[in-house]
T-cell receptor, first 118, second 113 residues
Framework: AQKVTQAQTEISVVEKEDVTLDCVYETRDTTYYLFWYKQPPSGELVFLIRRNSFDEQNEISGRYSWNFQKSTSSFNFTITASQVVDSAVYFCALWGPDSGAGSYQLTFGKGTKLSVIP | KAGVTQTPRYLIKTRGQQVTLSCSPISGHRSVSWYQQTPGQGLQFLFEYFSETQRNKGNFPGRFSGRQFSNSRSEMNVSTLELGDSALYLC????????????FGQGTRLTVV
């Protein structure tokens, strides 16, 4: 079965510091998609990025950047110059085939709670 | 453009009862997927519907079921509720399949007593 591990349960940083959220995944398939979502206190998950397994190009969007490395099965997320509004729980997720059911599903990591202190 | 709407927002049910949750996707979106979020298990995929057909299913017992109507609205039903079913149930919609950008609703908080 596929698996997503976010080893950092909680991280606290002071505003304007850079922070990297780690994500390691496991899958036997060669075709899959990786995602990052943000869940603010309101509870609604907000889509941040999708990356397919054939595109290892890193991406930058404003203060956000993502580093995808298939060799280490990692898809890390960096926030540069963090702000208080970045405080939220961040989830990494993997879309791919479930091992026995022949069905595809989105598997989430346990999430990393980021607190940015002013 | 209206977002994903889930109703009700909060629900309290008694063990053994059944419950139906509703999700209205963004206009034009044909895929609706459901997730259960609990402190212990985190976010878990329940199932996905596309054009009224269940396309993918997570590892949940048969007490959890769903359906999608011709207007893409979806309902999720849980029968014979157990205390462990207490959770935040999130619905997401996307234009195509789940592997594309999904927009989430605010969820339904179900408490089973």
């Amino acid at each position: 079965a596929q698996k997503v591990t976010q080893a950092q349960t909680e991280i606290s940083v002071v505003e304007k510091e850079d922070v990297t959220l780690d994500c390691v995944y496991e899958t036997r398939d060669t075709t899959y998609y990786l995602f990052w979502y943000k869940q603010p206190p309101s509870g609604e998950l907000v889509f941040l990025i999708r990356r397919n397994s054939f595109d290892e190009q890193n991406e930058i969007s404003g203060r956000y950047s993502w580093n995808f490395q298939k060799s280490t099965s990692s898809f890390n997320f960096t926030i540069t110059a963090s702000q208080v509004v970045d405080s939220a729980v961040y989830f990494c997720a993997l879309w791919g085939p479930d091992s026995g059911a022949g069905s595809y599903q989105l598997t989430f990591g346990k999430g990393t709670k980021l607190s940015v202190i002013p | 453009k209206a977002g994903v709407t889930q109703t009700p927002r909060y629900l309290i049910k008694t063990r053994g009862q059944q419950v139906t949750l509703s999700c209205s996707p963004i206009s034009g979106h044909r895929s609706v997927s459901w997730y259960q979020q609990t402190p212990g298990q985190g976010l878990q995929f329940l199932f996905e519907y596309f054009s009224e057909t269940q396309r993918n299913k997570g590892n949940f017992p048969g007490r959890f079921s769903g359906r999608q109507f011709s207007n893409s609205r979806s309902e999720m039903n849980v029968s014979t509720l157990e205390l462990g079913d207490s959770a935040l149930y999130l619905c997401a919609s996307s234009v195509q399949e789940t592997n594309t950008e999904a927009f989430f609703g605010q969820g339904t908080r179900l408490t089973v007593v």
